[in-house]
């Protein structure tokens, strides 16, 4: 399924009343959270979706947030979002942003960075298992490298599966490996047209 927002409810809901195997329905990742699959109920069991981080809360990082900011009372709303797949999802794109901020840094050698030199740090980004481990989120992502050939990531996915008695996802699949040549034709060849069409000249990576 291919979808956003509240027709992912809707879609679940009427694939249960047709009594489809839920096993079979996969969604990307924007179909994966627990607003899609909450308001079903037992009808969403065994519904699966693709994920490209790591889901629940046993990772270190989750203690610390424990620690200083819902004992502390400085948790958004009521707290109960912590872990949740959208939690995740935001706090691995912070994670993200916070490191390009931070190899930004480091290559321009001072801390009052400019957006060019912001822009550099993502142009770097280096996001290894080792890393994730010290950022207390050990096997959270695919580890990747931004290049100048590839903005994108490894392209890699993990398949999540709902358990509605629990009220949670999990993980059913370890990495799986998208098919990056016939993606990369087809990006290069759409970019090529849109250049052609719009007069631009494409860089190359040197």
Avoid: K
Wanted: proline share 4%; net charge negative; glycine share 10%.
């Amino acid at each position: 399924m291919w979808g956003w927002g509240v027709m992912n409810a809707v879609a679940i809901q009427e694939a249960a009343n047709i009594r489809f195997p839920m096993d079979h329905f996969i969604g990307i990742w924007w179909s994966g959270s627990e607003n899609d699959v909450v308001p079903v109920g037992d009808g969403a069991d065994g519904y699966t979706a693709l994920t490209f981080h790591g889901i629940g809360t046993e990772y270190p990082v989750y203690q610390d947030i424990q620690q200083y900011v819902v004992d502390r009372g400085l948790a958004a709303g009521a707290g109960d979002q912590i872990g949740s797949a959208v939690y995740s999802r935001g706090l691995y794109a912070a994670m993200l942003a916070v490191e390009a901020a931070r190899t930004a840094q480091e290559l321009a050698g001072h801390a009052q960075i400019t957006p060019e030199e912001m822009r550099n740090g993502m142009e770097h980004l280096n996001i290894s298992n080792e890393r994730l481990a010290e950022l207390g989120l050990p096997s959270f992502s695919a580890p990747f490298q931004v290049t100048c050939a590839n903005h994108g990531g490894p392209g890699q996915a993990m398949l999540q599966q709902w358990n509605a008695a629990e009220g949670r996802w999990h993980l059913i699949t370890d990495w799986i490996q998208s098919d990056r040549e016939l993606i990369g034709q087809l990006a290069a060849e759409d970019a090529a047209a849109y250049a052609q069409e719009n007069n631009i000249t494409p860089a190359t990576c040197n």
